[in-house]
């Protein structure tokens, strides 16, 4: 069942290509906007990488929904035996998938644009990107089966999604900008424990209520 | 007594919202008043529709 | 005693609540030191702040509630509390504001409790926003329901997160407001009259609104019985 709901996913390979380019078309204005060419900054860099994330996850659950209702796949779906919990965990998967390719060609548009080295300070992001994809990827497939099925779901997706996603983000932000700048990952405990329990809530609850938002029109 | 303005402000604001809210629910209420005269009136029409029609089946039958 | 009683007596416990904490605001407790008389909005700032997170709380529990017996009377609940919880969160970040600027010199700081409810009226935004785009199905109370619950199991981790940013960075002008400080037994004895009175006037207004919810409510299903009952009537005919 995972495999099928993936493929239908995956078969649009378009949104993929279109979630590269807006990461790349967002820090190309960050890096105008905060001109980011003059001083190498831990801190730029990283909230830009954020901001490019967010805004291509963002744009990935969007799509990755008007595809599904163009194809009528929802109805389709709706009929199958799958279990609402389980039929979430697939979308969670599709969507992470798509969120991590976003982020590691964010990342290396990263390094290029705001005059960073390809070491051991990438590695160390790989963590804490992958916490805060797994929280991202979890709300927005939640959030996007609710938007997508309102008037004006486009615009209430970001409404909804960032302010619950302020402490990821915080967190997100602050751990990679240490990391960057070479700090150790247990000295950032307190940032990762919050991007955890984020996650550990978002997953759960996802999973828990995905039933009350597939119901029928 | 310097910033007396601002707490003049300040407390000001929280009363004018919250009188702008309280008109808010003001006009609810009529509006849902006007909603339940419409179906009151319907409700008496399909009484009286609901005699007429039975008085009409027993004098049919007589 | 009926729910008009409770109603009403609630009414009238709040008017004498807001007067006395008024008289105790103006007329009875001493202005702080170094503020000065624009401290004064800090009595009617900390209330408002309880209010508008407690009437969040609301809007998460009946989402539950409703999820779980499916009564439309919860949903009802929880539209009201995120309406009204609006009103006193709005109220909160405006007094917050205009404190601001006499105290610390900007209309806006990014300290941890303003950001904190500022992020809370976010998602009050963004409830009631998903309710006003949609027409009133069970769905979209669900829906409703569904956010609530996860922006409210939410908050605590913003504001851990939030307070975390700010310790680790403090903002640029460090905030004095707070709990802390009130050595004057007065202050506390004003703080929690005016923390009374302002409960007191959102139960208050909460009441109103969730009576007037039921009532449209049960209008429309009374609405629905008539339909059916003039469409039986036509087809007998």
Redesign the interface.
Known sequence: MLRKDLRLELRSGESTLALLALSMLVLVVLVFALDAARVRSFEVAAGALWVAMVFAGMLGANRALLAERDNGAIRGLLLSPLDPGTLYAAKLAAALIFMTVAEVGAVILMVLFFNLEFDASIARLAPILALGAIGFSA?AT??SA??G????GDM?LP??A???F???L??GV?ASAAALAGVPLDSMG??LK?MV??DV??VT?GYL?FE??V??? | MENLGYLFAAYSIIFVVIFLYVVFIWRRQAALDAELRTLEARMAALTDETAASTSGDSQSDA | MNSFAIRNGLGYVTLALMIAALFMVFDYVPPEAEQGIAQLIFYFHVPLAWVAFASFGIVAIAGIFY?WLGDQLWDDLGYAAAETGMVFCTLMIVAGSIWAKPIWGTWWTWDSRLTTTF??W??Y??YL??RA??DDTP??A??G???G???A??VP??I???R??RT?HPAVLVTKQGGHGLEDPRMVATLLVCLAAFTAFWAWLLMLRFSQLRTRTRLGALAVRIAFADAALSDSK
Do not use: Y
Not at chain 1, 149 to 152: A, I
């Open positions: 709300l939640l959030l609710i938007t099925r309102t008037r004006g209430l409404i909804l960032v302010p619950i302020v402490p990821a915080i967190a602050k307190q940032w919050i329990a984020f809530l978002f609850a209520l009350h938002v119901g029928e029109d | 999820l992020i809370l976010l998602m935004v963004g926003m998903l785009s949609a769905q979209v669900r829906f329901a569904v956010i619950i996860v922006a199991l939410d981790i913003v851990a997160s939030v975390l940013w680790i």
